[in-house]
């Protein structure tokens, strides 16, 4: 214990950074293999080595921190894997912007060049969002920092492409993809924003072949009907039975299409006539895969037309839609224009508006992989918390969609596929290859595609233990025990370890999957750049502190449900840290004559004393189920009452007398002992949620060992829990605060004693008051207290209150100065009399009546209503003065 006591105020930026330092210092987060040991491990969701802490990494983290710390309490060998990942798409934007700030293009650097300039990047800036982390108080075991392009990482990623390719899992073809014409490259869905925008609904005329009749085709991008190999309807839809199997005259193109029947197709949406155009809309893709349509790309992929689009080929997208527009309605194809609302895609990096185009990439088949993943959820073998995230996770499963994997950039793992020049081979091998396999020739040139980062994300949980290796890691802490995330990214990344785990790792990847809900601003919205609403965690770390930040996301929320910021939840986190200080100040001020060897004989203990001992048994309980349920915020809630309510507000000023009567020893070494013992213990118990302010307290308070974030958890310390003493305690406790609410009522001088009769349902409970007045006369002003049966008279003019057994009256008599109380409420009279005066008379003109807003009126009705209300009671409480 050191010497001093902590500072008078709460200081967070003066002692977190020393904490923390000295955790890193004592390795306290690393976990060596101890197979004698539990396991418990949890990969950490690899932030972008781009990125920047924002509010969803604070929660995400926060949680994972509370779990793991909670583990390493109870003993377990746990283990928190960091890591980043290379975040293709985001990391070689940042390149290319420095770039062009030079005048240069990565193809002015080739290919090499360019990515020692990615690498150097990567080693100056990529440890930013952990150095965030560790702001924030993330005790992952650092030594074990993994990085999805490290080598260990890129072994892994070739050796799970290798085998998925030779299993006939993995193929090259030719289907349709969310393309970024600005990026230039495929994108996964998750690297799409859609956004609802005002658009249009262009409703055009097919003509029917050598008929006057035509079809009405609704269309919100007109620029595509270049494309159109087919318009389809619904099988049942009696207006266009009549057309199936006919033939329809594209409008300006001049070009034939079939009218087919398919049931995707929704009737009732639009015309009921769909156009369909397979190489740039991914519904139209799949029904023209099923009726053998031709797929036409009229787009490049820098959204420019192309030349087979006549007059408007090298138009921008746009400009295009403008100028077709004019001339459909010139030449009478044009019907009618519509404004629309629609949800319209968007690259989440660069925000330009994706295409749907059909291009040669790199596929997963997707139907075999994802079978054992739905199973092993509807199994109960990984489960998800809370629960009804389950049915998203299997319905997208269900209806999985074969996966692009290939990506138009430099920066990722390369796609390891090596063409022969001379015959023609393709060859996916595990090493470098220069000589082809087949014709033994040398010129080879390797695919210029790199892989989605999600590909290598997806062997996350087991990459990160060595794998293919088989390591002591890999045996000891995998499956890991649970995966702490977003709702957000279940399909695209939850999904794919899922899948990536059966096939590779032999196992479920995580025995649960903890869902939490994002962060929005107080309106309720998401926070972003755009909108300029973003709060930076770091911000508020610097100015509140870590623990205050952490305890405000975690509260208040429950499981897979968004929270809203306000600061004033901030502020009120930051009041609980001020509140726990303060109580510990006390305590360390009064532990003068401590004796650390001095343990309390049953006898010893007060009433209060086995009150808060078993308030503080129950609260272990609560708090280590709740845990164990993921109700991370309501054991955070029960701890916040149990230290603000109970232990600060009731069970220090309930101890006071004891501390401060030097005369009898015993007695104040007990309250001593009983204030050492429950503070430390719930120290230790609010560790994992406030790591840092805890460890401060902990260190100067009487403790044992170098850290409270390895000390033992709790105990469930059933031999504590006393029910009858809680109950005699809250009957002392509720008839205090009544005695004190009715003195406040009568407005009694504070240190006036009030005389109090008690009046008890039983000899029980009128025994145990005997035994313990002298908590009312302190904490309620009571003297003196007459204690008497049920049957006994009630006294006169008296205040009366009821609560749990016992009926208190508070004589009225002596205890307030009845000449000046009737003084100040004839002066409340009178400014009453005045407020009615004024109202009553601007009621009672017309003009106001007349001209005023309707609801000024209302206002000052109420206003008027009030004050006589509050008139009334002035007259009553005048008149019950009078009989005193």
């Known amino acids: 214990m050191e010497e001093s006591n902590i500072p008078k105020v709460y200081d967070p930026q003066s002692f977190e950074k020393k904490w923390y330092k000295y955790w890193e210092e004592k390795n306290l987060f690393h976990a060596e293999v101890e197979a004698d040991k539990k396991p418990y491990s949890i990969v950490i969701p690899p932030p ?13 983290n926060t949680l994972q921190d509370i779990l793991i710390r909670w583990r390493r309490m109870q003993g377990y060998n746990t283990l928190w894997m960091p890591g980043c990942d290379h975040a293709g798409i985001a990391t070689q934007a940042k390149v290319e912007e420095a770039l062009r700030k030079e005048g240069k293009s990565r193809h002015d650097l080739g290919r090499d060049k360019f990515l020692e300039r990615v690498w150097d990047w990567k080693n100056q800036f990529g440890s930013h969002i952990t150095m965030q982390l560790r702001s924030l108080g993330s005790s992952c075991d650092w030594e074990r920092e993994r990085f999805t392009m490290d080598e260990g990482c890129s072994k892994a990623v070739r050796e799970v492409f290798v085998s998925l390719y030779n299993k006939g899992l993995i193929y090259q073809g030719t289907r349709i993809t969310n393309w970024c014409p600005r990026c230039s490259t495929a994108l996964s869905d998750i690297e799409v924003d859609h956004e609802t925008e005002a658009g249009h609904f262009y409703h055009l005329r097919y003509q029917v072949e050598d008929t006057a009749e035509y079809v009405q085709i609704a269309t919100t991008r007109p620029e595509t009907m270049f494309g159109d190999t087919g318009v389809a309807v619904h099988p049942e839809d009696d207006r266009y039975k009549h057309l199936i199997g006919k033939t329809l005259i594209l409008p300006l193109v001049g070009r034939k299409i079939p009218v087919f029947a398919d049931e995707y197709v929704d009737p009732d949406f639009g015309t009921g006539a769909v156009k369909v155009t397979p190489a740039h809309d991914p519904n139209d893709f799949d029904m023209g895969q099923r009726h053998g349509l031709e797929q036409i790309v009229v787009l490049n992929n820098d959204a420019t037309m192309a030349s087979n689009t006549g007059k408007y080929a090298g138009m921008d997208r746009y400009e295009c839609r403008k100028q077709l527009i004019a001339d459909l309605k010139e030449q009478g194809f044009l019907i009618k224009i519509e404004d629309h609302e629609h949800a319209v895609g968007h690259c989440s990096r660069c925000h330009t508006t994706v295409e749907p185009l059909v291009s040669k990439q790199w596929f997963v088949k997707m139907e075999s992989l994802a079978k054992p993943a739905i199973e092993a959820v509807k199994s109960g073998d990984i489960q998800f918390v809370p629960e009804r995230f389950t049915k998203i996770y299997t319905n997208w499963l269900e209806n999985i969609r074969d996966w692009c994997i290939s990506r138009q950039l430099w920066w990722g793992h390369r796609i390891p596929a090596w063409y022969c020049d001379d015959c023609g081979q393709t060859s996916v091998v595990g090493e470098d ?11 080879l040139h390797q695919d210029e595609d790199v892989l989605d980062t999600w590909f290598s994300s997806g062997l996350w949980p087991f990459e990160t233990m060595g794998w293919p290796d088989k390591t002591p890691e890999l045996k000891q802490f995998y499956p890991t025990s649970v995966l702490v995330t977003g709702y957000d990214i279940i399909f695209f990344w939850v999904a794919r370890m899922v899948m990536m785990g059966l096939e590779f790792g032999k196992d479920i990847p995580f025995k649960h999957v903890f869902i939490h809900g994002l962060v929005r601003d107080s309106q309720g919205r998401k926070m972003s750049k755009s909108l300029g609403n973003g709060i930076d965690p770091v911000e508020v770390i610097d100015k509140y502190g870590a623990d205050t930040l952490r305890f405000m996301l975690i509260t208040g929320n429950t499981p897979g449900n968004d929270m809203r910021f306000y600061w004033e939840r901030v502020e009120s986190a930051r009041n609980f840290a001020n509140k726990l200080w303060n109580a510990s100040r006390f305590m360390l001020m009064n532990l003068e004559g401590f004796d650390k060897s001095f343990v309390p004989e049953k006898s010893d203990y007060t009433l209060a004393d086995q009150w808060i001992l078993s308030r503080y048994a129950k609260t272990v309980q609560e708090v280590t189920n709740n845990l164990e349920k993921f109700e991370l915020g309501e054991a955070g809630r029960t701890i916040y009452e149990f230290i603000w309510n109970e232990f600060c507000d009731w069970y220090i000023e309930l101890s006071k007398a004891r501390l401060y009567d030097t005369e009898a020893v015993r007695a104040r070494q007990t309250a ?72 406040a009522e009568v407005k009694a001088v504070p240190s006036k004693k009030s005389a109090v009769v008690l009046h008890f349902a039983s000899e029980t409970l009128q025994t145990v008051f005997a035994s313990n007045q002298g908590y009312l006369t302190v904490l309620a002003s009571a003297q003196p207290i007459t204690l008497e049966s049920l049957a006994e008279g009630k006294p006169e003019n008296a205040m009366t209150a009821v609560v749990n057994g016992v009926e208190i009256y508070l004589p009225l008599k002596g205890l307030i100065d009845v000449e000046k109380e009737t003084a100040r409420l004839n002066k409340e009279l009178d400014l009453l009399d005045n407020e009615i005066k004024r109202v009553t008379g601007k009621l009672s003109n017309v003009g106001f009546i007349g001209k005023a807003p309707a609801e000024l009126v209302e206002k000052e009705r109420e206003k008027q209503k009030g004050f006589e209300e509050k008139r009334s009671a002035v007259q009553e409480r005048l008149v019950y003065l009078a009989t005193l």
């Open 48 to 60: 972008n080595v781009t990125g920047q802490l924002h509010m969803g990494h604070a929660l995400d």
């Open 433 to 443: 290859l220069t000589t082809c396999p087949k014709c033994g020739s040398t010129h």
């Open 672 to 743: 001593q002992y009983v204030l050492g013992y429950v503070l430390e213990h719930t120290l230790r118990l609010l560790h994992p949620f406030m790591p840092f302010i805890t460890e401060e307290i902990w260190q100067h308070i009487p403790h044992e060992g170098e850290s409270v974030m390895v000390s033992p958890w709790p105990a469930d310390e059933m031999s504590k829990i006393d029910d009858a003493a809680e109950t005699n305690m809250t009957a002392i406790m509720e008839t205090i605060k009544s005695i004190r609410n009715m003195r």
